[in-house]
């Protein structure tokens, strides 16, 4: 160094000053080089998700997601100029000096991000339309098969504006001004909803059981939140999926063999348990292989490379999913895309969130999708119309859904398949198991408020049955909207009551039926009753020849002819028959009816009566007078 400094004092000034310059110009372009590497190195997503250690979970989610080469700052920084996101970049020092001393607490949530139309709207344009979009889920069931069904449903995406005719669908958020209010850090509940109209209409919306403050209107205002795209896509690149979702995946994709007995099951219930780390996660998993030895022995022996090939998938979505060491897993981390897992489009379309006009949200499923058409593997693929037919009146109610479990009858068979209505079984528009047989945890129609405002009036009661103000089918069910403290409680004296017996009493209001609709009919009496009436066990006991139901087991002999009528007219008397009258005595041994009137005897009765007992004989046979 001295040499150097020697050499260049030595120098005439004119070119020590040039020398000087050039030193200068290099140390400067080289510091400039340096800062500029630095600085797109500390902005890459290596950097972010592998140099801090706290990141890892949400490193591993970014890379297998659809926005895997969008550059981690573009989103927490924003995509803007040096000058501006210098110094917001400086004001989160505090997450370096949070990781170098361990200053946190897990699991890690966002406090804060460029709002979306500063991110998102860079790339995605809000006043693009989107068609509507034809979608299948592949869902697998818990049993032995891992037996599969397909749910098919057209997406209304939407989007656009309303100047151009559009600006509806499920984008309708983006284009429509909607401000919310949220105590909750993760969004969860959402008690206040504010909606402001093209025309500048305001209208309030409360959650009908928040149990709001009467001042809670001044907190509101001060804390309001505009709804933007993360409100919904919140995951949309750090996306933690379910247990159930991911094996329902792998197996879609043929990356585990669904002919390997339980896997689904065996596969949700490894990556449901919590685990104190990862290896002891692994290692629970990898002791499946030695489950199907034990209880599968024959399938293993023939599928062993099945078996392992299933055990690698479920030990890939394990260390996708779940990071003990970082307290993160799929509940963790709400995904406000959809409403099954989590609250999601529930959390203000949940039925409840209503306005001082009795306007509430609309809880729908075609507001923003189709309604869900659910076939079996083997089945073909339904007809789903993308036409948009005009709803009836009753059905721009904004609480038709609330409703609708009240309302149903043969008109909903205009448009409807009305068949086998509350079912499961997918026969039918009303069958739907999209519907009927999912619990919608997260929906609030058995809000009080909410039954006052649609339940109809109670009519009281004449002491007749009840008629049945909607179409009935051989496998309705009758207390999926009728047991104790369901939708229409039956009364607590029927509670003891089958299913089966519902329509022996209760019959539907009209005759009327359409399609396969079949009424459940009460069987008329094809014999003479008079002088039998209390008789009906004589014949119709569990043992006997025309044995009643078993739901009528408790049932007394005087409460027959409540629902059973004589028929019109009764075959006997149609056909000029009765019943033979006992021409003799009967005392003594001709009491025993059997010595002369067995089958093989001087006067054998009908092949019918071979089971019936001799003192049951008088009860139709009197003497003859």
């Known amino acids: 160094m001295r040499r150097i400094m020697g050499w260049f004092t030595r120098l005439r000034p004119p070119i020590r000053w040039i020398v000087g310059a050039i030193v200068v110009i290099v140390l400067l372009l080289m510091a400039v080089t340096v800062s500029a590497t630095t600085w797109e190195y500390t902005n890459s997503p290596e950097f972010c998700g592998t140099v801090c250690h706290t990141m890892p979970p949400e490193y591993t989610a970014y890379q297998v997601s659809p ?79 891992n037996s599969s069904e397909s749910i098919f449903l057209v997406l209304k995406t939407g989007g656009g504006t309303r100047r151009e005719g559009l600006g509806r ?55 309001l939140q505009r709804m933007d795209c993360i409100d919904c896509h919140n995951r949309i690149s750090h996306l933690f999926r379910s247990p159930a979702d991911s094996m329902d995946q792998v197996l879609a994709r043929r990356q585990v063999d669904s002919s390997v007995p339980f896997i689904k099951e065996q596969g949700v219930r490894v990556l449901n348990q919590k685990y104190a780390n990862t290896d002891e996660g692994l290692q629970a998993i990898e002791n499946l292989e030695s489950w199907y030895q034990e209880k599968q022995p024959d399938f293993y022996a023939q599928n062993k490379e099945a078996v392992q090939n299933a055990v690698s998938a479920i ?11 970082m307290g993160v897993g799929w509940q963790t981390h709400p995904n406000n895309l959809g409403h099954k897992e989590f609250p999601g489009c529930f959390r203000c379309h949940d039925g409840k969130h209503t306005s001082v006009e009795g306007e509430t949200i609309r809880l729908e499923c075609n507001v923003c999708h189709s309604i869900p058409e659910i076939v079996d593997k083997e089945k073909a693929p339904p007809v789903i119309t993308i036409d948009k037919p005009d709803e009836p009146e009753s059905h721009r109610d904004s609480n038709w859904l609330a409703r609708h479990r009240y309302q149903f009858d043969l008109t909903c068979a205009e448009c409807h398949d009305v068949s086998n209505p509350g079912g499961t079984d997918n026969s039918s528009f009303c069958s739907n198991s999209g519907c009927h047989a999912t619990e919608w945890k997260f929906v609030g129609l058995d809000a009080p408020a909410i039954r006052a405002m649609v339940e109809p009036p109670k009519v009281p009661g004449s002491g007749e049955p009840r008629p049945v103000p909607h179409p009935i089918g051989p496998e309705t069910d009758c207390q999926i909207c009728h047991a104790s403290g369901s939708v229409r409680p039956f009364p607590a004296n029927h509670a003891n009551f089958e299913p089966a017996m519902c329509t022996l009493c209760h019959q539907p209001s009209s005759a009327e039926t359409s399609g396969p609709v079949t009424p459940v009919a009460i069987p008329g009496i094809p014999h003479l009753v008079e002088g039998q009436e209390d008789q009906c066990l004589a014949c119709h006991d569990q043992d006997a020849l025309v044995p009643f139901p078993a739901n009528h087991q408790s049932l007394g002999t005087d ?36 010595l002369c009137h067995n089958l093989d005897g001087i006067k054998p009765f009908p092949a019918n009566h071979e089971d019936r007992e001799v003192e049951k004989c008088l009860n139709c046979h009197k003497p003859e007078e």
Do not use: M
């Open 67 to 145: 926005h895997a080469r969008v550059d981690c700052v573009d989103c927490h920084l924003g995509r803007e100029s040096f000058l501006l996101t210098v110094p917001r970049k400086a004001r989160e020092v505090n997450h370096v000096i949070n990781a170098l001393t361990q200053a946190y607490e897990p699991p890690i949530y966002v406090k804060n991000l460029r709002p979306a139309r500063d991110t998102c709207e860079r790339c995605h344009n809000p006043d693009k339309f989107s068609s509507d979009t034809f979608v299948e889920r592949r869902r697998y069931s818990e049993n032995e098969a």
């Open 169 to 223: 669908g499920i984008h309708w958020h983006i284009e429509n001004e909607v401000w919310y209010y949220t105590d909750d850090p993760l969004k969860q509940t959402i008690p206040y909803i504010k909606e402001i109209r093209p025309d500048g209409q305001v209208i309030e919306y409360l959650d009908a059981e928040a149990g709001l403050p009467p001042d809670f209107g001044k907190e509101v205002q001060a804390n």
């Open 315 to 325: 030990k890939d979505i394990y260390t996708a999913t779940v990071f003990p060491n």
């Open 559 to 594: 409460t027959c002819l409540l629902c059973h009528e004589q028929a019109e007219p009764a075959p006997a008397e149609a056909e000029g028959e009765k019943r033979p009258g006992t021409p003799h005595a009967i005392e003594g041994e001709w009491q025993d009816c059997l």
